[in-house]
Nanobody, 125 residues
């Protein structure tokens, strides 16, 4: 059974940085696509970034605007997301997700079979 465990969330001031970590286990990830979504109170879950476990496919949501970077460490079965220049509107629960198959609908939550429990990011103004 695939398990995803996020960490690295917390409280940061506007303009600050955080690095989220997603540790994956229980699967063979060579063909997986991994992604980060976020959900703020009262809002729908939205796509942030995705990366294939093997290969060069990386996609970002438009609002990232070069401030976030998704990366992976295959040897550690870990995916990261470095978030810089954080603004209050970035506050949300951030979820790591995974699926064995890459879909052209990679920005839709329904394209992913496995989800972590989420990590809270709070940005103070």
């Amino acid at each position: 059974q695939v398990q995803l465990v996020e960490s690295g969330g917390g409280l940061v001031q506007t303009g600050g940085s955080l690095r989220l970590t997603c540790a994956a286990s229980g699967g063979t990830f060579s063909s997986y696509v991994m992604a980060w979504f976020r959900q703020a109170p009262g809002k729908e879950r939205e796509f942030v970034a995705a990366i294939k476990w093997i290969g060069r496919m990386i996609n970002y949501a438009e609002f990232v605007k070069g401030r976030f970077t998704i990366s992976r460490d295959n040897a550690k079965n870990t995916v990261y997301m470095q978030m810089n220049s954080l603004a209050p509107e970035a506050a949300a629960v951030y979820y790591c997700t995974a699926d064995p198959t890459y879909s052209s609908r990679y920005c839709e939550p329904g394209s992913y079979a496995y989800w972590g429990q989420g990590t809270q990011v709070t940005v103070s103004s």
